[in-house]
């Protein structure tokens, strides 16, 4: 099902980058690095398609581009619709030969608001009807690109602007959608989770994701600073503790068989590396209210849920 | 050149569509069926299903993505046609304008029908006259026959690389498309030289390479960036210049396949009858210039200066073309079925009542709001609109400038 594709570091530094400096991300952004060594695992020639969003707004601020692939942007809630209109013509063109016939992937790739909220519709009927492209969602848990509003991505707890905390509210009441699961649930040939930190383990699925025929689903969480009130330096080490506290587990479903990645197989066969979930939120100001008397129970609800779906992912990956 | 034989086939308007398309060699279809343009969608299918079309079918979960994915397959390269009706028409505004404003020359048929609520199923004009600010060349048809030749013209209007705007093209709800009428084909061969193969125009990129316009990895380009307020108004300024060149460019496709199917339509934007010494006359779109036809025929059988103005192409507007069309006419009726809530009138009686300001002569003109939802458009309403003009001409008078027809009051 996958190629037997080895890399090393070396190897990825010298590979020309695709996604180029000079764009208007903020310092500390994870998602620019994201897409940065997303690129890094493309296998051949590739359209990039975006959704509206941050990275779509910071990377292509005309007459400027930091795309050396093409690249196409729509709209907000359309994104793999997108690709569903390029997919569809490549494989007709190819067929009435007015293009070459070498293979050309296709990578969608929308924020959190792209993709739980308003983009869910026509990425659920691009996955139902089995377009070969891998869609990415870097997750930055709220609508950053225009002032921070909380999303379906939004984690429980978290302060955003429009689920301030308050005297009386905490935060985000509602708890972070299921999306990989919700994509795990169609049926898709190939869903993963990716943590910047985990470099390797992210261009590894990235590059699955482009390989598997069908549609393939790779869910990345990316830090945002301004959003997230953190310092622009922690980025990746926040992107390291949430997989250490099982916030955001790494795992693969491979035809609905889902396996836990290294980095959270480590976790789950020695429990007592999983740290708790304190050490996650305190390096952010988003959750800096609930470190107060009066919301601090909103942490060990954080834990109580974190836990509760660690557990269960333990299960569907037969370890428990 | 003599022309060649033609197949006539019975076809409702919906068909016509499909067949047009299917002859049109298409390369990708992303379409949602919705009343009353369902047939279209059903019509392709079975194309596809029965391998009679090399066709991409991408039977997408809305028009919001139909319209999308048509706009990215045309990006890519392909020819992309779509098919929708009210509110799958108002579900892709927002694509509408993405479309033209990424120059993607996607064909689209709206079979025109009234937006909810009430709910209904039936023609009018509201759902594609509210998008007529959209960048979309507009074509309104009279019958069957002719949205079958418009449909064929549409992709070689729309994918000149000189213009690379999206047409839609407006067939009437159910009295058009649900209609079975005698429709001349022309041989599939034929069509497909006719339409050819999309050629692309260079641009420059980023890098300051001149490469054709389209999603290619060899040539790699970004489409639909951001462009704030230092270049926005610019792109927006080009696509009103290419409006402005259409005109031309739907004259003479619709010339040149005049030349093989032995079809004109007025000049393929007016269609003037019995105009030149008329003294009243009505000016519409769609399918109701048939019945308008008729009751001129009738008058002037009765030595009545009487005549019609049909506005084929509505978008761009054909203003000079209008403007010499009435130019002797002393009374004007414009019909509307669509209603601008609270305006002045409809869509249409605000751009001739807006051209004729400008004439040396300034007519009467009217508006009557009719047909919304379905209603029966009948010749004698057409007989007192006319009785009306006449009385205009008689008491040198409006009494009221627009008005309802064919309603409860």
């Known amino acids: 099902m996958f190629s037997e594709w080895k890399f090393t570091a070396k190897d990825i530094a010298e590979k020309p980058d695709l996604f180029m400096s000079g764009h208007r991300a903020c310092a500390g952004c994870a998602p620019a690095t994201v897409l940065r060594l997303i690129m890094k695992a493309l296998r051949g020639p590739t359209i990039v398609t975006f959704a509206t969003g941050c990275m779509e707004v910071v990377s292509t601020i005309y007459p400027y581009t930091s795309w050396k692939i093409p690249y196409i942007h729509t709209a907000f809630e359309n994104v793999a619709a997108n690709a569903s209109g390029i997919e569809a013509a490549l494989k007709i063109l190819k067929k009435k030969g007015r293009i070459p016939q070498e293979h050309v992937d296709v990578i969608a790739f929308a924020g959190d608001g792209g993709t739980y909220d308003i983009g869910i519709q026509a990425l659920s009927g691009a996955v139902e009807r089995g377009h070969d492209f891998l869609y990415v969602l870097y997750d930055n848990e709220a609508y950053m690109n225009t002032g921070i509003q909380r999303s379906g991505g939004t984690p429980h707890g978290a302060s955003t602007t429009t689920s301030p905390a308050g005297t009386v509210i905490p935060g985000k009441l509602e708890y972070k959608k299921p999306i990989a699961d919700i994509m795990v649930a169609h049926d898709i040939p190939y869903a993963a989770t990716a943590s910047p930190h985990y470099w390797k383990d992210l261009i590894t699925k990235a590059r699955k994701g482009i390989e598997v025929n069908g549609p393939a689903f790779l869910h990345v969480f990316a830090p945002c600073p301004r959003g997230w009130r953190s310092d622009i330096s922690k980025s990746i080490e926040i992107s390291h503790l949430a997989v250490e506290t099982c916030i955001f587990p790494l795992w693969e479903a491979i035809n609905g068989e889902h396996q836990l990645s290294a980095p959270s197989k480590v976790m789950a066969l020695r429990p007592e590396r999983k740290k708790p979930v304190r050490e996650y939120l305190q390096l952010q100001g988003r959750f800096r209210h609930l470190f107060t008397p009066k919301f601090e129970k909103v942490i060990d609800e954080i834990q109580r849920i974190t836990d509760e779906r660690w557990q269960r992912l333990l299960k569907k990956c037969n370890i428990a | ?409």
């Open chain 2, 1 to 409: 050149m003599a022309l060649v034989k033609q197949k006539m086939l019975a076809l409702n308007g919906d068909e016509a569509v499909a067949y047009a398309a299917k002859q049109s060699d298409v390369d990708v279809v992303a379409a949602y069926p919705i009343t009353p343009q369902t047939i279209i969608v059903e019509r392709f299918s079975e194309y596809v299903a029965n391998g009679e079309v090399d066709t991409e079918f991408v039977c997408v979960e809305s028009e919001h993505s139909a319209l999308t994915a048509c706009l990215t397959a045309a990006a890519t390269g392909a020819r992309a046609f779509t098919a929708t009706a009210s509110a799958g028409l108002a579900l892709m505004h927002e694509i509408l304008y993405v479309t033209s404003g990424c120059r993607a020359p996607v064909v689209m048929a709206v079979v025109n029908r009234a937006l909810s609520a009430p709910i209904n199923i039936h023609c009018d004009h509201s759902d594609s006259m509210v998008e007529r600010d959209c960048g979309w060349i507009q074509i309104y048809v009279e019958n069957s026959q002719e949205v079958y030749d418009s449909i064929i013209q549409a992709f070689k209007i729309a994918e000149n690389p000189g213009l690379l705007l999206p047409v839609m093209v407006g067939l009437d709800g159910f009295t058009l498309s649900h209609t079975l009428e005698n429709v001349q084909t022309l041989p599939d061969d034929l069509v497909k030289t006719f339409v050819g193969t999309r050629q692309f125009p260079l641009v420059t990129t980023h890098e300051g390479k001149t490469v054709p316009f389209k999603l290619d990895p060899k040539t790699p380009e970004t489409i639909g960036p951001l462009d704030l307020h230092d270049y926005y108004f610019e792109h927006k300024r080009q696509q009103e210049e290419a409006m402005r060149i259409a005109p031309k460019i739907i004259q003479q496709v619709h010339e040149e396949y005049a030349k093989i199917s032995g079809r004109r339509y007025g000049d393929g934007l007016i269609e003037p009858h019995y105009l030149e010494d008329a003294e009243t006359a009505i000016v519409c779109v769609g399918s109701t210039s048939g019945t308008v036809k008729t009751v001129v025929n009738e008058l002037r059988s009765k030595r009545m200066k009487v005549g019609l103005l049909r506005l084929r192409t509505f978008r761009p507007l054909p203003v000079k073309e209008i403007t010499k069309a009435l130019e002797n006419v002393k009374a004007v009726a414009v019909m509307d079925r669509s209603l601008s809530f609270g305006g002045h009138g409809g869509a249409v009686f605000h751009e001739i009542r807006h051209i004729l300001y400008d004439a040396s002569t300034h007519p009467y003109v009217v508006n009557y709001i009719y047909g919304l939802g379905g209603r029966d458009t009948n010749p004698n309403l057409m007989h007192k609109i006319y009785r009306d003009l006449q009385r205009i001409l008689e008491t040198q008078r409006i009494e009221e400038p627009v008005q309802f027809i064919g309603l409860r009051e």
